[in-house]
């Protein structure tokens, strides 16, 4: 508390009491929403309520979460407006919810009419949650237990490695395990394991003895902790309380507290003996010098008696040092040293001394911050920027800035399932007779086709010879031979005595005739690897390798802007599981890939930014280049590096106020003139005040010394 807070803290003035706001926080996991009502309180989160229950559809979340809403709020007279959203990592996608959960979340919004205040994937409000708790970024493996799932969470030094949810089997080490085989970019895993959620106390005890270096990359065994109750609410809260207060705090509380017993004594317990403790406490209170009665009945005697403390009192309850003792025998009364006729005088002329050096006080001490809220102007232009590795600096009229070839390589696998259709099977078999109805001998190679009149196909297993039939004998010529379908499959399997068409020979030349029922043809449809299944996974890995070089190389270069879609694939290694037509349920491909793109300074194409739209920013606005947001729409990356992009800006525009101007505008006038003076300027959509001291509106005046006035100029 500052001097003149102390000061003004002795003042017979009821200060008004600043109305507390709560908000709403709302958890959605994979099967389980937990709501929580929170408040701020200077610099400390509070959590008033917190309720949960499962959800088994997302149609369900609506229903649900207005109950839990209900059951936090409870009996409590407030109504919060606000809510914040906690949600799971594979909502998110790019940093942004992806469309079928944003119309969930409209849907809440709009179903009980609440206000958003923002969402914040719940992986990410842990990784927060455990930072400020420990003062470190945190390493460690993050398991969380629902019912019937389990989410693992792998981070390192503050930053997410992964998300895996699987579902919970008999096991819950062979569960996290089967979780951790998955994160195959990770060449270490942390030493740390933090459990939390359902029975996790429990599931301690059976993880403690799990075998976790058999298959996993461990350094050596695994340290297991059991974190607190309602953690993920817990961090969503932290997480929106932080957007609103950098340094906002959130400490576990021991405990509610309880409420104090009170026990009433009817006349059937006026006869039990009073206890002692109450008993000695009355008879050693004495009255300390109260007097009951009629104050002007005193008023005489008080003048012409000196204040003297009930020394009986003081003796049997407190043990002085013997010289404070004699001392106190001593009075001293004030009065003694001043005329008779001045008393009447003197204390007031004290009383208004002291209200003035408050007032002067006041006025010289006070302290004024200033918030002025103001509406920017957005101008959008575009343009064709050149980044060059040939350039050295910034060429502003030809609009080409200095690029820095970068390459990488990435590597990493991908499985996908096979949805190729394909018959498999044997073709049938048997035994023709060939029947030569011409003079002429004829040899048929192997491999002939015989065709049935439905189109069935067979093929000669051998070459066949059938000499000709002669005129002068009346049986025809003939040969057998044994023959194969040409397709797989029962259609095949035909009946004795069967004509068969040979080649191009007209059935009165030759004809082959079956000899007893064909067998062994059969056929079942399998799931088989297709060209498209090869090409979609091929994609999909190449898409997520691309991602990966690109953040690999911001990495590298943290001052650089990378453009993944400026990369070029360069040498490609590739390698899949399953052939196409192979018979599989699924497949996998290991792929590397090197790629090479330009870098540039995002600085640079600020400066170009300013140049093009500095002509054109209006009077009274100044350019607020840290406002600017630019993106870049890849045209073409040449062979020498050189990368051709359109670059589109919002440069955002900040209106310019006299701060000086203002200050002495407001000196010393009230919170509401000082508003309304602040909101009539051009541009400017309101104001925040804090005085220091807190004085009520009607006694409460700005500074006179425009130093003790700070003014801060920032969007709303």
């Known amino acids: ?177 089967k979780a951790l085989l998955t994160f195959t970019d990770v060449e270490t895993l942390p030493s740390k394991i933090l459990i939390y959620g359902d029975k996790a106390d429990e599931l301690k005890t059976s993880l403690l003895p799990f075998s976790w270096m058999a298959k996993l990359s461990f350094l050596h065994f695994p340290k297991i902790e059991v974190l607190e109750e309602d953690l993920p609410i817990k961090s969503v809260c932290l997480a929106g309380g932080s957007e609103m207060n950098e340094s906002i705090s959130y400490t576990e509380q021991s405990g509610k507290p309880q409420a104090a017993k009170v026990t009433i004594l009817d006349e059937k317990d006026a006869s039990k003996p009073e206890p002692v403790e109450e008993k000695e406490k009355k008879e050693s209170s004495g009255d300390f010098g109260f007097v009951v009665g009629d104050i002007a009945e005193q008023k005489q005697e008080e003048e012409t008696q000196e204040l003297v403390v009930n020394e009986p009192a003081v003796s049997e309850s407190l043990e002085e040092p013997p010289a404070l003792a004699e001392q106190s025998k001593v009075p001293f009364n004030i009065k003694k040293f001043i005329p008779k006729k001045l008393t009447t005088f003197i204390f007031p002329l004290i009383g208004v001394a002291v209200l003035i050096i408050l007032f002067l006080g006041y006025l010289f001490l006070a302290k004024a911050d200033i918030k002025i809220f103001v509406e920017p102007k957005i101008l959008e232009k575009d343009a064709t920027v050149t980044a060059d590795p040939d350039q050295k600096t910034v060429n502003e009229v030809d609009r080409i800035i200095p690029g820095q070839i970068v390459t990488v390589e990435v590597s990493g696998s991908g499985k996908d399932s096979a949805t190729g259709k394909k018959q498999i099977g044997d073709p049938a078999k048997g035994t023709v007779v060939i029947i030569n109805n011409t003079d002429q001998g004829q040899n048929f190679s192997s491999g002939t086709v015989l065709v049935t009149t439905g189109g069935l196909k067979f093929k000669l297993n051998n070459t066949a010879s059938v000499s000709a039939t002669l005129s002068d004998v009346t049986s025809k010529s003939t040969k057998t031979v044994e023959v194969t379908a040409v397709d797989i499959g029962a259609d095949s399997n035909i009946a004795s005595e069967t004509n068969l068409k040979i080649g191009n020979f007209a059935t009165s030349q030759f004809v082959a005739k079956t000899q007893g029922n064909f067998s062994g043809g059969t056929s079942k449809d399998v799931t088989v690897v297709s060209s498209d299944d090869a090409a979609r996974l091929l994609a999909k890995l190449s898409s997520d390798l691309k991602q990966q070089a690109q953040q690999k190389l911001q990495e590298k270069y943290p001052d650089k802007k990378i453009l993944q879609e400026a990369l070029l694939e360069g040498t490609v290694k590739k390698s899949y599981s399953k052939n196409i037509n192979d018979q599989a349920g699924e497949f996998s491909l290991n792929m590397s890939i090197s790629y090479k793109g330009t870098a540039f300074n995002d600085a640079d194409l600020k400066t170009i930014v300013s140049q093009l739209v500095t002509t054109q920013v209006p ?98």
């Open 1 to 177: 508390m500052s001097f003149l807070d102390k000061l003004t803290a002795f003042l017979p003035i009821k200060r008004k009491e600043e109305k507390q706001e709560y908000f709403f926080a709302a958890n959605i996991g994979i099967e389980q929403i937990t709501v929580a009502l929170w408040t701020i309180s200077g610099k400390e989160l509070k959590i008033a309520e917190i309720a949960s229950d499962n959800y088994s559809s997302q149609d369900e979340i609506v229903v649900v979460l207005d109950k839990l809403l209900d059951s936090v709020i409870g009996l409590k007279e407030i109504e919060p407006q606000k809510i914040l959203f906690g949600v799971p990592h594979s909502w998110i996608l790019d940093d942004n919810l992806k469309e079928e959960y944003l119309k969930i979340l409209r849907n809440i919004i709009k179903e009980l009419e609440l206000s958003p205040m923002a969402y914040v994937s719940e992986s990410n409000a842990l990784i927060n949650f455990l930072e400020k708790k420990e003062g470190v970024p945190p390493t460690a493996i993050l398991v969380g237990f629902e019912k019937n799932h389990l989410s693992v969470i792998v981070m390192r030094a503050g930053k997410l490695d992964g998300v895996k949810i699987v579902k919970r089997g008999e096991s819950a080490g062979f569960d996290i395990e």
């Open 619 to 716: 009077d009274g606005f100044q350019l607020d280049l840290s406002g600017t947001e630019t993106q870049a729409d890849v045209s073409k990356l040449e062979k020498t590096g050189k990368l051709i992009f359109l670059a589109k800006f919002k440069a955002r525009m900040m209106p310019r106020l006299d701060t000086e101007k203002i200050k002495k505008e407001i000196k010393f006038k009230s919170q509401a003139e000082a508003a309304d003076i602040i909101k009539n300027m051009a541009n400017v959509l309101g104001s925040e005040i804090k005085m220091t001291p807190n004085l009520p509106a009607i006694l409460s005046r700005l500074p006179v010394l425009l130093k003790n006035i700070t003014i801060e100029v920032r969007l709303k």
